[in-house]
């Protein structure tokens, strides 16, 4: 984080800084937020679709992928959405609420099993119930 802070201190006077990023939920994203650079969430697969037609040779390297970014950002500048990211309470929140979704169909799957496998091993009491 200190060399990106200075790299930003260096050419923030100069040019216009903004970031682009796959993910808004990253650590990135909120210390981006908090040093006031425009944040472009960029949609991986519109991504993957620009590698391809911007170059064959199909890199798979995080120097790369960084640089497609920010080569998909300068040319789509207008279309990229500057993103509103959120606090980081609403982000646990949304991270509790998905991991409750994923709760409750685990807990829908095991009672279904549980019903099938007692049917199995106990047929005369669900016959009588």
Sequence with gaps: MQKLDS??????????????IESCEHILAGYLRKKQI???????????RFKEIYSLTGQKDDRYDAKMIALYVL?????CQNKKIRNEESSRLMKLNSNLDILKKDRARLVKSFKK???IIFPLFFKVF
Excluded: M
């Design 38 to 48: 425009p944040l472009h969430e960029v949609n991986p697969r519109k991504l993957h």
């Design 117 to 119: 496998q007692s049917t």
């Design 7 to 20: 790299i930003i201190d260096r050419f923030q006077n100069q040019f216009r800084i903004v970031a682009g």
């Design 75 to 79: 040319k789509n500048i207008n279309t």
